[in-house]
């Protein structure tokens, strides 16, 4: 049996000077709870061969349970114990902390970790989502098992909690087992207004001087929210643009054709709060202003010319057909579904989402490009010593 949960919510709802609760919290759920200390909760769940996890994003907060069919009860009760009994003892607290710790330090020499989180705080500065999702260094070291507490209570809720099941159990069984699991949480989360994310929508060049061979560039700008009904032009554009690997636009005029990078690409971020277009790309720091050059010049072009019906054609065989290959194991088929049901997807949502592509013109690809390729509107982060570009060009 394989079990996804998400509470929305996540690290966007970690309390302002505390940031990191959520993901200290999902190192901690598995460190004991109720009358079962850490090692012998870690030891119960390693007889049983039981895997439990727990995650946290920016708009959700996650769980995976995996169990024998005739070991389900069990691990369904261990699970309840994590969600409505965490112990958060101070001999684990203090080594998960240790550990998210070594995590953090290694990310503020890491030029990619280094780059991502400015290119957040530029593109949304004050808003929840330029907060780091992982917290810093200091908030992690002054954060404390009432914290975690606190978490628990104000955002684990009947209300904000998804669930997919899959595997060998009928649905009455399930559904007795659910209400064992969750039943004792709160129906309602504690409220917290949101607006959304107003992104940065201005050109901006930001230099990050760092001494290395190579300088990498995140760049981006204003997207859709995924309610909106541009999305799936959207998700086509982007494919053809630079999100479909060799097959992209980006990679044969970059890479191939002129051999500046490795590689290239772009992606829609969807969060719930707020939608975003964002791409990267790493060279020598001598080619890094001709790639970036070029892929303003691709966007340009794909705003004014939009795509050819070769490549809307062969954009809707990949995407409609390697669909199928999301549900090839119960795991899989378990995260697509919640993760359909965290973002406000219909029930219905897997027999109608090939035929929404299929229905995406040469006119919805040209509207959605003239939306949203807009590099005048985008803000870039490069890190390294790129020859020939300066700070707010």
């Known amino acids: 049996i394989a079990l996804e949960i998400g509470f929305k919510g996540g690290a966007r709802r970690d309390p302002r000077g505390k940031e990191g609760v959520s993901y200290l919290l999902s190192s901690m759920l598995d460190e004991g709870a109720g009358d079962i200390e850490s090692q012998a909760f870690q030891t119960r769940l390693e007889d049983l061969a039981v895997r439990m996890s727990f995650d946290a994003g920016r708009d959700g907060f996650y769980g995976s349970l995996r169990t024998l069919t005739k070991n389900k009860d069990e691990a369904f009760d261990l699970l309840h114990l994590a969600l409505t009994k965490p112990r958060f003892d101070d001999e684990p607290l203090e080594r998960m902390r240790r550990q998210i710790l070594v995590g953090l330090n ?9 780059m991502s989180k400015r290119w957040y705080e530029e593109m949304f500065g004050d808003h929840v989502y330029g907060r780091p999702s992982k917290g810093t260094p200091e908030t992690m070291a002054a954060l404390t098992a009432d914290d975690l507490r606190n978490f628990v209570a104000d955002n684990f809720a009947k209300e904000n909690l998804k669930i997919a099941v899959v595997g060998d159990i009928d649905a009455d069984t399930l559904s007795a087992l659910l209400d064992k699991t969750f039943g004792d949480l709160a129906a309602a989360q504690t409220p917290m207004e949101l607006d959304i994310a107003e992104v940065a929508s201005t050109e901006n060049l930001i230099i990050i001087d760092r001494e290395q061979p190579q300088s990498m560039a995140l760049f981006g700008g204003p997207g859709l929210l995924i309610d909106d009904s541009d999305f799936f032009p959207a998700y086509v554009m982007n494919y053809i643009l630079g999100g479909g690997g060799f097959a992209s636009r980006l990679m044969e005029e970059v890479r191939e054709k002129r051999g500046l990078a490795y590689g290239v690409s772009t992606n829609l971020g969807a969060l719930d709060y707020a939608g975003f277009v964002m791409g990267s790309v790493a060279t020598e720091n001598e080619r890094i202003g001709e790639s970036l050059e070029i892929i303003r010049s691709e966007m ?8 050819t019906e070769k490549e809307l054609q062969n954009a809707k065989t990949y995407l409609t057909g390697s669909f199928p290959l999301r549900f090839d194991s119960n795991s899989s088929i378990a995260n697509q579904l919640v993760g359909y049901q965290l973002v406000g997807r219909p029930i219905d ?18 509207r959605v490009a003239a939306r949203l390729m807009k590099p005048e509107t985008f803000t870039t982060v490069v890190i390294g010593q790129p020859v020939g570009l300066q700070d707010g060009e």
Do not use: C, F, W
């Open 106 to 114: 290694r990310d503020a020499s890491n030029p990619r970790s280094i």
């Open 300 to 307: 340009t072009k794909l705003a004014t010319e939009g795509v």
């Open 349 to 366: 949502y897997i027999n109608t989402r090939n035929s929404q592509i299929e229905a995406v013109t040469l006119d919805d690809i040209q």
